[in-house]
Each structure stands twice: as C-alpha cells, then as structure tokens.
C-alpha cells in the first residue's frame, strides 16, 4: 500500500500515523492494514473519572434539601469538564483508535447532553461499547439510557399523555431521516415508547402502568407495539441501512456523496446492520482512495487538537482552558448544540474559527510564536512583535517536543510536509516557505501547523 | 453613497490585481464570492434608507416578564405570586393598568418619549422549555419540532449581504443566531484584540503571498478565503472604530461594555447591520427577587448609556433595538420564591423610530393558561423577525424564514 494511501486511511479511520508505522506499514498489503485497524479496536476500555463523591450517594441524600441538591448538581456539573479533558486525552492517546474515531461519530449522531455525571458517563460508555457492534442493539441501548430519556422527554411520555420528542427524533434523526415516515407513524411510535423510566442507579426501568398497550398501527402494520418491537420495525426498512450509510460516507469520504458507493455499502450493512464489516468494506475499496477524497475533508476541532497531539504529545493541565479551546474552535465534547449536533464541513469555519485554528498550533507548542526567519537571516525581524506579546494567553499545556525529536529524527527537513500535511501545499504559501530559513525542524513543523493546509485531512 | 459610485467601484475593484488589492481596499475581498449585483443591491438600499442598523439583545436564562411588566391591577397576579409579586407602591406605572419594574425607571423615560414600543405574549405553539432547545428556535426562527442548523441572522447574510462583518455579536464567540448556510457572523468582543491576533506577521505574510487566481470554491480555498476575509475585516473594524470614543459614561460591566463596543462601531459608520448582544443570569428559580433586580437594572442603565451615546451623533433613528429572552416563567411563583420555566413573554422595541409607541398589545390572561400554568402566545416570535426584516432591513424576510409571516405594525 502506498505511504500516500495509508496516512489517507489513518487520518480518516483515527488522527494521523507516526512516520516509524508509516514507514513499517508501507510493505504491506491493504488487506492486511485494514484488518490490522480494525483488530486494534476489538478491545472497549471504558472512559471512567473518579466519581467517588456519587458511586456511594443515594438519592434520599441527593435530594435532601434544595440546598444539597444544587450543591451536587454543581459538583456534578465540574464534573463532567473532567470528564470532556479525558475524553480529550484518550482520543489522542487510546490504541483502539478506529473504536475512538467511531465513538465521536456516535456522539454526534446520537446528540445528548446531561448535568448528572454517571449517567452521561454511563452513556459516553455505551457509545463506545456498541460503535463497532450491531446498529440495531445500539438503538435500542441508547432508548434504555438514563441521559437520552431525559434529554428527550421519554420520561413525560406515558399513557394518555404523549410526548413526541423521541419517537420524532427516532426517526428524523436516528434511523430513516426526514421525510420517510408519516406524522401518523410518530404519533403511534409514541405510543409505544411509554413507561421509559430508570432509577437513581441509571438502570433502565419499564413501568407497566405507564404504558399504553393499545393497538398501535405503524408502517401500515399492526400490533400492541413496544419501544424495541418499533426499532424492529423500523429495521426492517432498507432506507434505515441507506441513512447511516450516506452519514458514514459523508464523515470518512466526503461531503459530496456518490449514490452508487453508498449503495454498495447499504448492501453490505443491510439487513443484519453489523457495523464493523461496513467500514471495512468502505476502507477495502477503491474509490475510498480516490484522489479526489485525499486531503479534501476540513477537520473537525476535535480532529485537529488530536492531530496535534499525536504529532507533539499534549497535556492540558486546566481544564477550563482545554474548554475554552473548544468553545473558540466551536465544539465542546458532551456539549452539542442540540440534539442534530454539529453540522460539520464548512460550517466548522468563521473568521473567529479559522484565526483560532491558525494560532492554535503555535499557541500550544510553541509560546505563540512562528518563525519568520528568513535565508541567511540570523535573527527574526519579527522578534519585536512578540516582545510586545509578552505575557499574554500563556498556554496551560505541555507539549512534549522529545517525542516529536525522537519520531522525526530521519525524516528530513525538507520532507516534513509529506508527513504534517495531507494536502499539496498552494503554490505562493509554498514560494514563501522557501524563501524562509530551513535550520530547525521545530520552526518548520509549527509553520506548517499554521498553516490552512493543516486544517485538511 | 449613491448607486452609480458603488458600481463603479465595484467594476474598478474587478479590474484591479488581486494583491494590490488586498492591499489597497480593507473592506472588500469578500466581493470576489458574491455576484456583484447582490452586493451594489444592497448597497443601493443603503443610499435611500439611511444605514439602518437592528442590535438585537438577548437575556439568557428566560427572563421573568410578569415581574418585568407587571399587571398591578390583577388579583390573580398577587395570588399567584404572594411573596414575589411586586406591589403597586413599588413599581413605575405605565397605563393605571402595567407598570414596570422599578428598576427600569430608564425604560420609562425612553417609554415618555415615544422610544419604545411593548409587545406581549409573544411565543410560538407547542413551547420547549429547555433553554437550550427554546434558545436554538429563537435563534434559527424553526418550528418547535424542527432543528435547523443556521441561524436567522445567517440566513440573512446568506441571501443578501455576504460580509462577515455585517453583523457582529460582541462576544468571543459565535452563536447560532448568526451562523448561516454558507456565511457566517463575526464575534467581535474588542476590535483591538482581533485585529491583533490577524497581525501575527507569518500569518500576515502567508496571506500576503496569495493570489486570487488560486482562490477556489474547494475547501482549501474556502479557508484561504476566510483568512483574508478575516485580516482584511479586522483590520477594517479596527481602523474604523477606532475614530469614535463614547461621550457617555458606561456603567462598569460586562454587559453595558458590550454595549459601548456596539455604540462605537454605530457611531465610527461601520457599515454593520446587525449587533448581537447578550446578558446571562435570567433563570431565577430561587429567591428571585434581589437577582431579578441587579438584573433588569444592569439591562436598563446599559440601554440608557447607550441611547445616550447614539443620539449624541444621531445615529438613534436609524437604530433599533430588540430585546427577548428565550421564554417567560410560570405564573405561579415556586416554593423558592422563584420562578420555573414559562413559555410567552413580553417583548421590547426600543428605538426612534416606531410607528406604534407604547403597549402594542393587551397582556394575556392570568387565568385562560396553557396545560403548564403558562400564558398563552398570542404573536408568534417570527412575525416580529418578519417585520424587522422586512420593514427595518427592507430584504425579503421569506426568504430568511422559509415562509411567509404576517407583519406587524410596530415600525
């Protein structure tokens, strides 16, 4: 497989290769990489921060008072920031790269946020456990979780009184997408999914005298209906397959789908919805290769931080900082905008967006600066500008510049590109670049960082 | 401005290289995306309506109308809010039948003068409750059962003015509201800073060293293209506003500093339509009243600074300012002497140029209430939007809602 190829395949499946794996990789065949990446993410380790102070509360003492209350949410709230800063960490450093780079998928597909830090823990774990498994059992994992239930009302659900929200997103969002159900099939579907309740420990509760076991009439069927008897129903749609399809095509290839390649994969994914041998049909094909894909997909903030610290280990020791970065980049994990979560594309770019990204490399490495150091020039004629600078934004991050040494060591000066950059580099940024000073791999990598060209994968 | 200038400053723009043009011109690379009749469009609009300029404010939390403007003369109001209610000697009468919170007493004297106008019950069926979800159908103008990716404020310069920088939200980010399709708002929180984070001399010279020819509509070129864009309208922002310093004294905070941010990029002439601002700490769930107050006084006395500020170089008429919250609260105070989550709320115009001054409409029933215990809707929030666009920024405000909305008739 071509060196080309397989940094595609890694900044796609995961968040860029080390040049030593490229290096080892490139003697094999695509069957055999593929395979290797997806054997990689067998294991589910799941992500868990210490929640102590909640494993041993009941709820008689969480909601003592209106007082003690509050001060748990609180608690809670900071909480799950810990929990987005590993989270953070172990997309960067976790070897299940594959399972990683799905859980995220996941977690925009199935949008949710919470204040009640073991249940969204909980559910941040059950994305992960099923990315790689069956779709169908997933869906009905999620319905069952303590955060989703609340988060679209299924609890307000109940016999008698409906409430649409999930049987509406259910569909237009989880499963057939807009436009290929009734209004008639969500008001029925609705029917089915209640009594969806969970106790204090976030396990999934049925409650009988909620229920509405009424003849529920669906997709032109009939039947006393319940919640995972519907996801049945729903399953038996070829467009549920064609729908997740179209959206991994769009996450992992590109924006601009082609009909024909997702059909291909709808025929692989359908009818037993194993998720695992659709993405390595996807990864086996040709056309997932096609230049045209190559370095054409903007990278999402998540996607950029991780391939910055997979260049150059990071550690983020403020988590309000790590936040902030992600609030100015415009995604914070566990804090989707809504229950579509982000749109993805261009619509990750703004002004404020795009002058972030392009500081970000520098901010986090390198103290903010990038060098202007021109041939022959023995200092920068920009030192003074950064005199000026002093003091400000210090970055609360260790960037572990060893590990970049040591992995880029035979790589040399002139080649970095190949290695940071999955797009060709445009013609005048590259004239500039080479009027510039070569001496030090260290300049060299945080310009290319800061570069647009960065920002593709 | 009139409209044969701007044609022919477009036309010389187009045939002026690339670089020197960068170089020369701050305000317009963006020209090269956008066909050029939807640009001098809405430039000659401009010419004839003066530079007419909407700051919309939104107070997060879902601000406690009933307390805001306050039906003095219902018993049902007192028995519903026995502790919270505010009584008659402590409040500033409107019209023997509303008054408004005392700390409010700015918004009265603008009120005297004609400058505001008070719309109730403005709400949408089928109300969310969440502030998330109730502030994402505020900002994208959807159904309550519908999401939409892009914000109204977008989907206005989607369709009729592809300048980043015509509509700004003082803050370090962006919000929904200002998100469109394919362009998108700035978040500006001080001109001074972003201009300095576009002056980083690689970065300046990476976009130095590109040419036009190389712009494409690929992503790649997409980014380049916001990277100029960016150094071009920071710069733009920066040397405009910084002309202009505010004759008024500012209260000391967050909100009103915003404010005089959006006063100095009015006054300056920058040619911005749309400012976004915001102030937090609405949702009083619990002994609201002291919180409730600090707010509505941070809220009253930013405003009047800044209408101060405007009329000092007349730039108040052409100035309107809207203000929402994303949903009222429950009639019936809560065991915390707070209040829960409502849904209709009350809504203010403020500017110099209202047609209909003045309560607009009567307060909904205290009584006749939604399954919740909320007041009703009577205006959708929409038919406000359509109004604004239509008869304030003068575009065509289907286009921005997807559908068409009555107007009002407050401007």
Redesign the interface.
């Known amino acids: 497989m071509t060196k080309n190829h397989i940094q595609h395949l890694y900044s796609r499946a995961g968040f860029g290769i080390q040049p030593n794996l490229l290096e080892e990789l490139s003697t094999k065949r695509r069957e055999e990489i593929v395979s290797d990446l997806l054997n990689q993410s067998k294991n589910f380790n799941p992500l868990l921060i210490n929640t102590a102070e909640f494993d041993t509360l009941t709820f008689n003492e969480f909601n003592k008072t209106?007082k003690i209350h509050r001060a748990y949410i609180e608690k809670s709230k900071l909480l799950i920031k810990e929990l987005n800063r590993a989270w953070i960490h172990k997309i960067s450093n976790s070897k299940e790269i594959l399972r990683e780079k799905m859980t995220l998928f996941w977690a925009n597909h199935f949008s949710c946020?919470d204040r009640f830090i073991l249940y969204i823990q909980k559910y941040n774990n059950t994305l992960r456990y099923y990315a790689l498994g069956n779709f169908k059992d997933f869906v009905k994992a999620i319905s069952k979780e303590p955060s989703m239930i609340t988060y679209l009302d299924l609890k307000q659900n109940k016999k008698g009184k409906p409430n649409?929200?999930f049987a509406?997103e259910l569909l237009?969002?989880f499963t057939l997408g807009v436009s290929n159900y009734s209004e008639e099939d969500i008001k029925e579907i609705t029917k089915a999914f209640t009594g969806y309740d969970y106790d204090f420990e976030g396990n999934f509760i049925f409650k009988e005298e909620n229920h509405n076991d009424d003849f529920k009439y669906v997709f032109g069927k009939a039947g006393h209906y319940d919640g995972d008897d519907i996801i049945d129903l729903i399953f038996e749609k070829k467009q549920c397959a064609r729908f997740i399809c179209t959206k991994l095509y769009r996450y992992f290839v590109n924006d601009a789908i082609n009909e024909d390649h997702i059909e291909e994969m709808t025929n692989v994914f359908f009818p037993n919805y194993q998720i695992e041998p659709v993405l390595l049909f996807m990864f086996s094909q040709d056309w997932f290769y096609n230049p045209g894909h190559i370095g054409?997909?903007?990278k999402s903030p998540v996607e950029l931080l991780a391939g910055i610290s997979q260049t150059i280990p990071l550690t983020f020791k403020d988590t309000k900082q790590l936040l902030s970065i992600q609030?100015?980049l415009?995604q914070m994990l566990l804090y989707p905008?809504?229950?579509?979560g982000w749109?993805g594309?261009?619509?990750w770019?703004?002004?404020?967006?795009?002058?972030t990204r392009?500081?970000l490399p520098s901010f986090l490495v390198s103290d903010g600066k990038?060098?202007?150091k021109e041939k022959g020039e023995f200092h920068d004629?920009?030192k003074k500008?950064y005199e000026n600078?002093k003091g400000e934004n210090v970055a609360k991050a260790s960037a572990n510049w060893e590990v970049f040494n040591k992995n880029y060591q035979n790589i040399d000066i002139e080649a970095l590109p190949n290695y940071l950059l999955q797009?060709p580099i445009?013609?005048?940024?590259k004239?500039?670049l080479n009027s510039l000073s070569k001496k030090s791999k260290r300049d060299y990598c945080v310009?290319l960082m800061?570069?647009?060209?960065y920002?593709?994968c | 401005m009139c409209s044969t200038y701007v044609f022919a400053r477009i036309s010389n723009v187009l045939k002026m290289d690339r670089r020197k043009f960068i170089k020369n011109s701050s305000l317009a690379s963006s020209l090269f995306f956008v066909p050029s009749f939807v640009k001098a469009f809405s430039d000659v609009i401009t010419s004839k309506t003066g530079y007419k300029r909407l700051v919309i404010i939104q107070l997060s939390g879902g601000n406690d109308g009933l307390n805001t403007l306050i039906p003095f003369r219902n018993d049902v109001y007192y028995k519903a809010r026995p502790t919270i209610g505010i009584k008659k000697e402590n409040l500033i009468n409107l019209n023997n039948e509303l008054g408004l919170h005392s700390s409010l007493l700015p918004l009265k004297k603008l009120y005297d003068q004609g400058y505001v106008s008070i719309i109730n019950n403005v709400g949408y069926p089928n109300p969310n409750r969440s502030h998330?979800?109730a502030t994402?159908i505020w900002q994208t103008a959807s159904h309550s059962?519908q999401?939409l990716?892009s914000g109204w404020i977008g989907r206005y310069l989607d369709n009729f003015n592809q300048n980043?920088y015509a509509a700004i939200e003082i803050d370090?980010?962006?919000s929904?509201a200002l998100?469109g399709e394919?362009q998108?708002?700035?978040?500006v929180k001080s001109p001074n800073t972003?201009y300095?984070?576009?002056?980083?001399?690689?970065?300046k010279?990476?976009v130095e060293?590109?040419?036009e020819s190389?712009l494409s509509e690929?992503?790649?070129g997409?980014?380049?293209k916001?990277?100029i864009?960016?150094e071009n309208?920071?710069k733009y922002i920066f040397e405009t506003s910084k002309t202009v310093t505010p004759s008024q004294n500012y209260p000391n905070n967050g909100f009103s500093k915003q404010l005089r941010t959006t006063a100095q990029f009015i006054n300056s002439g920058l040619k911005t339509r749309v400012f976004y601002a915001s102030l937090n700490g609405f949702d009083t769930h619990?002994n609201q009243m002291n919180v409730h107050k600090r707010h509505l006084k941070t809220y009253a006395d930013g405003i009047d600074a800044f209408v101060k500020d405007l009329q000092s170089k007349n730039t108040f008429n052409d100035t309107l300012i809207l203000t929402f919250s994303e949903f009222g609260r429950r009639v019936k105070q809560n065991r915390?002497n707070g209040t829960d989550h409502g849904s209709a709320n009350t809504l203010f115009i403020i500017g110099g140029n209202l047609k209909k001054p003045g309560v607009y409409n009567e307060m909904g029933s205290l009584e006749d209430l939604d399954d919740n215990g909320d007041v009703k809707f009577e205006i959708d929030f929409r038919n406000v939007y359509a109004t604004v666009l239509k008869q304030w920024l003068h575009v065509e405000d289907n286009v921005v809602l997807n559908q068409s909305f009555n107007q009002l008739d407050f401007i």
């Open positions: 209106n946020q649409e929200n509406r237009e969002l054409n997909k903007i609030r100015m415009g905008p809504n229950v579509a749109k594309g261009k619509s770019i703004d002004s404020n967006t795009m002058m392009l500081k990038i060098s202007t004629t920009y500008y600078r797009c445009n013609q005048n940024t004239d500039y310009q800061s570069l647009p060209e920002q593709m | 998330f979800r994402d059962n999401y990716q980043p370090v980010s962006l929904l998100k394919v998108n708002g700035m978040a972003l300095k984070t576009t002056q980083d001399p690689y970065l010279k990476v060293h590109y040419e190389h690929h992503n790649l997409y980014l380049y916001t990277m864009d960016t309208s920071a619990v915390g």
